[in-house]
């Protein structure tokens, strides 16, 4: 599955795929690829029989909702105040998650099924030659420029804020105990702290969206070198997938692949 956008004299190309991996009986992630909206959207639904399901899908139409009625409508009331310090398109990204979080947040509270269910969310909208980057969890984004894997995103985990309090060592680390606990997720509670990073893309740059299926199955290492590998971004999302389940794919598995090319 694929898409692309033309962009300042580039083309940006964008692939996804999904896996329920090898361990799970139903996939809770979901995934988005740019339409009308040049936004890319994971998340990583959590909460057990189907409501994580609910929860990521309700993040991807929630958020992509609102990019379309801002879009068509620049004057609409938005449902929490614009931070003046940041570009518009940084609030429509930030307002647009709180406003999916609510949402989830107020249908776990109404609906028994669904108590419990939040998501994971890592976001992106290129927006004139800016890349805007928006995120709650653990689901992440790599980029990949000259030979150099950068994770951008930080892991809203206890994990990460163990290993930043305790400097863990890289054997604490393989062993740590509750490395699937998330501290930040979307309908965890009704507000939300979104972390938003913005950079300039540049030619050859590829980047990564994924869920902790993937992260936490293959290592930075072993994805550099597969997305060095392999020119096909279909083929890269699947061979990323097939390398995750190789691993024991023991969560669901979403790969979203976008590379900025000459036009």
């Given at each position: ?14 692939a996804?795929?999904?896996?329920v ?21 994971v998340?990583?639904?959590?909460g057990?029989?189907?409501?994580g ?6 993040a991807?139409e929630t ?16 449902p929490?105040?614009?931070d ?6 940084t ?6 998650i709180?406003l999916a979080?609510?949402?989830i947040?107020?249908?776990a ?6 108590h419990g ?15 805007i ?6 689901s992440?984004?790599y980029?990949?420029r000259?030979?150099?894997?950068k994770?951008l ?10 290993i930043?309090?305790k ?16 501290v ?9 702290q ?26 930075d ?12 971004l279909?083929?890269?999302c ?14 669901n598995?979403?790969v979203?692949a ?6």
């Amino acid at each position: 599955m694929s898409s692309s956008f033309p962009m300042d004299g580039m083309r940006v190309r964008f692939a996804g795929d999904s896996n329920v991996g090898m361990k799970r009986a139903h996939n809770e992630d979901a995934f988005y690829l740019p339409e009308s909206e040049r936004l890319a959207i994971v998340a990583d639904g959590m909460g057990g029989h189907a409501s994580g399901e609910v929860a990521s899908r309700m993040a991807v139409e929630t958020i992509v909702g609102f990019f379309k009625a801002t879009q068509d409508d620049q004057q609409m009331t938005w449902p929490f105040k614009m931070d003046h310090g940041n570009r518009y398109e940084t609030n429509r990204m930030v307002t647009a998650i709180k406003l999916a979080n609510l949402k989830i947040h107020e249908q776990a509270q109404k609906d028994p099924r669904c108590h419990g269910m939040g998501t994971t969310v890592v976001t992106t909208l290129f927006a004139d030659r800016a890349l805007i980057i928006g995120h709650v969890g653990d689901s992440r984004l790599y980029r990949r420029r000259d030979r150099d894997l950068k994770q951008l995103t930080e892991d809203h985990s206890l994990l990460n804020d163990y290993i930043k309090m305790k400097n863990l060592s890289p054997d604490e680390i393989a062993s740590f105990p509750h490395k699937n606990v998330i501290v930040r997720a979307l309908g965890m509670k009704d507000t939300v702290q979104v972390d938003v990073h913005v950079e300039q893309p540049q030619l050859g740059d590829l980047y990564l969206l994924c869920s902790d299926g993937l992260s936490g199955m293959v290592k930075d290492e072993e994805i550099a070198a597969i997305a060095d590998g392999e020119a096909d971004l279909d083929k890269l999302c699947e061979t990323l997938i097939a390398e995750a389940n190789k691993n024991g794919g023991a969560d669901n598995i979403t790969v979203v692949a976008v590379r900025v090319e000459p036009a």
